[in-house]
């Protein structure tokens, strides 16, 4: 299938950038890996009249360590995350998530900036930043401004990029060392969307859990962080009784799509098993 036709421009600069999509207004899409965007707009979900291609531009590129935070330029792809040592070493349940995202083709191209951006609950980025307390830098003509991603994600194909923005960078606190990490994905073949998925962050004091990030990936229309379930086990021990518990407080609150990946109770049923997974594998990572 051949995408309609549209106007192509290829800004050197961030500012090039920004003042065209001003210019161009709503006619206009970024471009980034092309991924998503190209294939809706295959199936005419999306008919923009213009598209910026981002890849030219130098400044949304790299990722660096600044003062105990990980700062990943918006069009790193998904191979250069999992080529990065920085990333493995610092904050290794994003690597653990890149690899599980589509195949190796899609991570050639696919970047972060435009997985997040695209507002696709069926996406992995979006659960790993809610897991991670990540924080975007949203550039436009009024300026810059930093959004948590607890919050950024709005609904089905919606965050909260105005129409006139562009993601610039993702900002990850790095996890304290003993940190435990992991993300569960259930998959009906490689290469596809999730059926369920869990991000899991886990500190542990002793024999008890100190801290527990959770969220959950396909569950509903956005990213989900399942936060009475990590409450409820904050200071217990993580045993079949407290895990069973936080399995059923992460299904509480999922919605998901029925579709060809299953029906709501399959969906949700998965959402749990994929939690306590999630769970018992950080906790054999984390240090106590
Ligand atoms: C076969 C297949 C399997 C896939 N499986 C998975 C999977 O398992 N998990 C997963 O997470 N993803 C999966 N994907 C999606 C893939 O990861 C995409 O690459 C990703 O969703 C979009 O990133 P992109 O760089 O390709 O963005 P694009 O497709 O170029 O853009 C997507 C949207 O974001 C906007 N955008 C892009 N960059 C920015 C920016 N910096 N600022 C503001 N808006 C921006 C674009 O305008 C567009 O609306 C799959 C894709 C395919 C084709």
Known sequence: MIPPSFDYHAPRSLGEAVSLLASLGEEAKLLAGGHSLLPMMKLRFAQPAHLIDLGAIQDLRGIREESGTLVIGAMT??????GSALVRSKVPLLAEGASQIADPQVRYKG??????????????????????????????????RTAPANGFFLGLYSTQLAPDEILTQIRIPIPAAGTGWSYQKLKRK??????????????????AVAQAAIALTNAAPTALRATAAERALAGKALDAASLAEAARL???????????RGDVAYKTAMCGEMTRRALQAARARAGT
Do not use: W, Y
């Open 77 to 82: 792809t998904e191979a250069e995350l999992l």
């Open 111 to 144: 970047t972060i900036g435009g997985d997040l951006s695209h507002g696709d609950p069926g996406n992995d980025h979006p659960a790993l930043m809610l897991a991670l307390d990540a924080q975007f830098v949203l550039t436009g003509p009024r300026g810059q």
């Open 190 to 207: 490689t290469g596809d969307f999730a059926t369920a998925a869990t991000a899991v962050l886990l500190r542990m004091k002793g024999t």
């Open 250 to 260: 992460a299904m509480s609150i999922c919605q998901p799509a029925a579709d060809l």
